[in-house]
């Protein structure tokens, strides 16, 4: 047997403290990740996990936070239409960015970071 990566188990995004009700109000609610606890030797620490269908976003506490501009997860979405009428339902701006083969938007969490949608495109060969 090869040694070797051979997948993700998580992203983990920074976020500042104290916001953890916007976080499950974008990622539970907005994006349909379910919350899930935390373990008991983090869960003193703050932020939120977020873990279903195969996604999980974890969500950690950085006291001198800044958003990651440029550096961002990409999440393949089925439905992709339908989320973002929800997400912008919702107040978040999303900007459509054309890519060969994918409908594909951007959009910020609550705390400024980058994440990125996509959905292949049917019609794509």
């Known amino acids: ?23 499950r109000e974008f990622y539970g609610r907005l ?17 939120a996990w977020f873990e279903g269908n195969g996604v999980k976003v974890h969500l950690g506490i950085e006291p001198d936070f800044r958003p990651s501009a440029k550096a961002h997860p990409a999440f393949v979405v089925r439905g992709l239409r339908a ?3 929800r ?7 999303a ?7 994918y409908f594909r938007v951007h959009v910020k969490d609550p705390f ?4 990125e ?3 292949p495109d049917d019609s794509r060969t």
């Open 1 to 23: 047997m090869n040694a070797g990566i051979v997948g993700i188990d998580h992203v983990q995004l920074a976020m500042p403290p104290g916001r953890e009700a916007e976080a």
């Open 31 to 47: 994006l349909g990740i379910p919350e899930v606890g935390k373990p008991a030797d983090g869960a003193q620490r703050g932020g």
């Open 83 to 85: 989320l973002l009428e």
């Open 87 to 93: 997400l912008r339902a919702g107040g978040v701006g």
């Open 95 to 101: 900007i459509e960015s054309p890519m060969t083969g």
């Open 112 to 115: 400024g970071n980058r994440i």
């Open 117 to 119: 949608l996509m959905e």
